[in-house]
């Protein structure tokens, strides 16, 4: 992109930077995005393209400057300016109210005869990452270091900055001349099973956990490769000049660990959330357990919680120790980990043929559940765990959800066990395993293979595409287990009579369960084309690509033809373009089409989807077809679910975000601080902003 030569570029730089940086702080902090990625995009490469042109007008806050070019040789030592203790650990709640006895007395505080005088205290929760210290200078990031051995840590500055959630500026009018901002980096659950799929994929070994995983990926040479495994943040302290005074416009110095978080918000850094000002020693013990179940359904992982006393002053009373602070203490849960003993390897067939390796093992407690089996993956993951009949093996929950096989413990092994390897033939139907392509998976090709049938079926009945209900999973088992179904189509053949008669089924559920299969012949072609379950076509993909093919035969023969026709829909690309080649290649995959319209399933869309997908409507003006309008700020003649459904009456859309597509802003009263970053991404991509009035006279047409 070549920049705009009649604009002036230094102010340029300003607004580009002013709106990217927002933009970053909606969508990585306050997880709320203002504009969508193909704006992002547009405004980052102009403010690229001006830094080129312009080297001058680089600054180190600049959004470009997150990720350094060239890998670095090493890190450096640092001395911390404030020395990044840890914390003591408590290991139940006995040991914590020892601690809180003890506290208390140190800060005379006879809260056994006065409850009342208890200190109020913060109840934090404890990440599992790694600890860094940010330092920054009149605002502007500097350097990143990591804990070390709390005296001196490494520099690991250009990795740090490539954390998006990690402000590169503070957001103050009058930033003190220096800050250090204490926090911890993480590596999210869903991002950890993505690196380690990667990495299983491409043979490389696995990361143990996201706590570990983040401890490399900060240590790596090169800030391309940190970048790619998206770190976050999450801020939880902050040391300012005793001196500083903020401006008006600036949030006050925290005098409490409450405030402090509080202000580290307002600074720009992402907070956790699930933080809460305790009073008293019940109140711990309630917020401790009560994450002791909660935390398995964060995104991220946690090994307990962190309880600090709340009035800074306080703080400075209790004082350190040699090794940490007296006024904070780590309160850990049990460990997530635990051996047991394999008693068998199984395998499990899915619905695309894929065989998974199963570890069934003796029942273990884990994450407030009780576990007894977990997947292997694939014949790789398999190898490398060099798993024998018999062995002794570390289970855990992999993202404090899944379990999972860690490792084995050889040392505990027989010398008589066996190595054990994935089968070479199916254990449904005994047909010869491939792995096709050099796929890590291995799969069962044999397409009247029962499991993968029954695969088939529920996926087809499944909410998401057909919704049939009442076809459950025991249900789908009887019916192919007695050769009654052996293919989708089989099931539009079933008659009352027959249902009756299997077990646990009576004549009114199979009249029900007839008359629900009959009613999926309605549903719209694109649950149908999903329902057909072809690889890596979602919903969403699927419903792209119904509105441009509106039958099965069109689309297969675009597939097969013409598959530069498909490309370029949008979400679909080159994976899904040649899964659909190979599917409507497959001549069972085409007996089934077949079938499926004998049986009076018809794979087109009606009249009013091809209607609906033109957004084209029986006798009504359709003047706004093809404009996109953004809402924002507060409407007051009409609602903002009056002024939706108004607009895609006369054939409009509306998005929630800003994007290059759209046509108009709608700037309605009260613009928040969200309404101002729309209406600002809104000028720099040159968007007509429309007042109330003007879109109610558009409306009126």
Request: proline share 5%; net charge positive.
């Amino acid at each position: 992109m070549v920049p705009n030569t009649s604009i002036n570029p230094p102010e340029r730089v300003v607004e580009l930077r002013n709106i990217l940086n927002q933009a970053d702080h909606a969508y990585y902090v306050l997880d709320d995005p203002i504009m969508e990625d193909s704006v992002y995009d547009r405004l980052y490469r102009e403010l690229v393209e001006i830094e080129k042109k312009f080297p001058t007008l680089i600054t180190s806050d600049s959004p470009t400057q997150r990720v350094g070019g060239e890998p670095s040789k090493g890190f450096k030592s640092v001395k911390h300016r404030i020395p990044l203790l840890s914390l003591d650990n408590a290991f139940n709640l006995q040991e914590f109210t020892k601690w809180f006895s003890k506290t208390n007395k140190l800060l005379n505080k006879d809260v056994i005869n006065e409850p009342s005088k208890s200190h109020p205290l913060v109840g934090e929760l404890k990440i599992d990452g790694n600890a860094i210290a940010l330092s920054y200078s009149k605002g502007l990031l500097i350097r990143g270091v990591t804990r070390g051995d709390g005296s001196e840590g490494e520099d690991i500055t250009t990795n740090v900055r490539t954390i998006a959630s990690i402000p590169l500026s503070l957001r103050l009018k009058n930033p003190p001349p220096w800050i250090e901002i204490r926090g911890e980096a993480f590596i999210p659950n869903a991002v950890f099973t993505n690196i380690n799929s990667k990495r299983e994929a491409s043979g490389e070994s696995l990361f143990a956990n996201p706590r570990n995983a983040c401890a490399g990926t900060l240590r790596q040479l090169d800030p391309q490769v940190v970048a790619t495994r998206h770190l976050d943040f999450f801020a939880y302290s902050l040391h300012i000049p005793e001196d500083w005074a903020p401006s008006l416009n600036d949030p006050k110095k925290p005098l409490t660990q409450s405030e402090a978080l509080k202000w580290l918000k307002l600074a720009g850094f992402k907070v956790n959330p699930n933080h809460q000002i305790l009073k008293g020693l019940d109140e711990v013990k309630s917020f401790y357990i009560n994450w002791e179940s909660g935390r398995h359904n964060l995104p991220y992982a946690t090994d307990g919680v962190v309880i600090k006393i709340d009035e800074y002053a306080l703080q400075a009373s209790a004082g350190f120790t040699q090794k940490a602070p007296r006024w904070a203490i780590a309160l850990k849960y049990p460990a997530e980990e635990a051996p047991s003993k394999l008693i068998k390897l199984t395998c499990q067939v899915g619905r695309t043929g894929a065989v998974t390796p199963v570890a069934e093992f003796e029942p273990v407690s884990l994450a407030g559940t009780l576990v007894s089996r977990a997947t292997l993956h694939n014949a790789n993951r398999l190898n490398t765990l060099d798993l024998h009949s018999g062995d002794t093996i570390i289970v855990r929950k992999a993202g404090e959800i899944i379990p999972e096989v860690v490792r084995i413990l050889p040392e505990l092994r027989s010398i008589r066990a066996e190595k054990l390897e994935l089968p070479t033939r199916c254990p449904e139907c005994q047909s010869q395993l491939f792995r096709v392509n050099e796929e890590a998976v291995t799969r069962c090709l044999q397409p009247n293979c029962p499991a993968i049938l029954r695969g088939a079926l529920k996926h087809w009945v499944s909410k998401g595409a057909m919704d049939i209900e009442g076809l459950g999973s025991k249900l789908i088992h009887q019916l192919v287990e007695r050769g009654l179904v052996k293919s989708i189509a089989n099931l539009y053949e079933l008659d009352v009579s027959l249902l009756a008669s299997l077990e646990r089924m009576g004549s009114k559920s199979a009249k029900r369960l007839i008359n629900a299969i009959a009613a999926s012949k309605e549903q719209a072609w694109h649950k149908k084309l999903y329902g057909l379950g072809i690889p890596h076509v979602g919903e969403a993909n699927a419903k792209a690509l119904a509105k441009t093919f509106t039958n099965i035969t069109d689309l297969s023969t675009k597939a097969c033809d013409s598959p530069d026709l498909i490309r370029p829909i949008q979400g679909i690309g080159n994976e899904i373009t040649l899964s659909l080649q190979h599917w409507f290649s497959n001549s069972n995959n085409n007996e089934l089409i077949t079938n499926l319209q004998k049986a009076g399933v018809s794979l087109a869309a009606s009249d009013q989807e091809i209607a609906l997908y033109s957004n084209k409507s029986n006798n009504q003006l359709q003047h706004l077809h093809g404009k996109t309008f953004v809402l924002t700020g507060t409407l007051t003649s009409l609602s903002r679910n009056e002024a939706i459904s108004r607009i895609e009456e006369f054939g409009g859309k509306v998005s929630s975000a800003v994007s290059a597509k759209s046509n108009y802003l709608v700037a309605g009263n009260k613009a928040g601080n969200k309404a101002g970053n729309k209406l600002k991404a809104a000028q720099a991509l040159g968007i007509k902003i429309l007042t109330e009035k003007e879109l109610t006279d558009l409306l009126s047409t």
